[in-house]
């Protein structure tokens, strides 16, 4: 074969490799914004407690929890955890919904902040963070009355089967339903007739922005994700979910409604406040 046509046939094959990759990539994501959607439903009014100290296990796990939780309080150490523990209920008047602590910690470790917490409140549910090489700890923290744990290095798909199995315990608090959203100051949304209003102004949507609105409100604060957004406002047309043809049309949006404030959650998708 000429030098020029294996050339050719090889770049071809790039490009289909890279194709198939973005194909599989969307179909990973699909699956994983499913998962993730079924379980902030369970942890979207949940307050949690963090504590571990190891800064960037902490750090990088902030970043997942914050997009699952209403708050989240981190800690450094053991003592520091059961600092902050006493100081949200004296502020709030309750506990946290879930505390989530490493073993090995300075201070107070794992264990020792556990039994402190059991104290105050014996029924509060407690996520154990471990490595493979503390077993020696797990049969004492069972005997305490853990039941969940996570093992590192964590792993994305283990934290959301954990914290829905957690959450599914703790009874949500039902609030009743209105048929006007209040999205800021002198910013609605009528559910009823599908328009959005600024100082008793009705906005002119397109269609696409209309249905981008109704999603952002039916999906009450929790992220609308990339192929949720494609498969409603691109349904008959066959597109590649690129975040990136998303853009345009959340940055018209917002440039005619500067008001509404449209967060861009990482690898996830969008998020109206």
């Not at 959005?196 to 102004?201: C, G, Q, R």
């Not at 979910?241 to 005619?256: E, T």
């Amino acid at each position: 074969m000429p030098l020029y046509l294996l050339t050719k046939e090889i770049n071809y094959l790039k490009e289909l490799q890279a194709f198939f990759c973005i194909i599989t990539d969307n179909l990973k994501r699909k699956y994983l914004m499913t998962d993730y959607n079924i379980v902030y439903e369970t942890t979207k009014d949940l307050n949690v407690l963090f504590v571990e100290d190891d800064k960037n296990l902490r750090e990088e796990t902030t970043d997942v929890l914050n997009n699952l939780f209403k708050s989240l309080d981190t800690s450094v150490d053991g003592k520091e955890g059961l600092i902050q523990y006493n100081k949200f209920f004296n502020e709030h008047k309750k506990f946290y919904d879930i505390v989530v602590a490493d073993i090995n910690m300075p201070h107070l470790n794992g264990i020792e902040l556990t039994k402190e917490i059991y104290k105050l409140n014996s029924e509060q549910p407690i996520v154990i963070v471990s490595a493979h090489n503390e077993p020696r700890y797990l049969l004492e923290l069972i005997n305490i009355g853990i039941k969940q744990f996570l093992t590192k290095p964590l792993e994305y798909d283990n934290i959301l089967e954990v914290f829905h199995t957690i959450a599914n315990d703790i009874v949500p608090i039902e609030e009743e339903e209105s048929s006007i959203v209040s999205l800021g100051e002198n910013l609605i949304w009528d559910k009823d007739q599908n328009l959005l209003i600024e100082n008793d102004v009705e906005i002119e949507l397109t269609n696409r922005e209309l249905l981008l609105m109704k999603l952002f409100i039916k999906n009450n604060n929790r992220v609308s994700t990339y192929e949720e957004i494609f498969s409603l406002l691109w349904e008959e047309e066959f597109t590649i979910s690129s975040p990136q043809l998303l853009k345009p049309v959340i940055s018209r949006l917002k440039k005619k409604v500067p008001s509404l404030i449209i967060n861009s959650i990482s690898k996830l998708g969008y998020r109206l406040q």
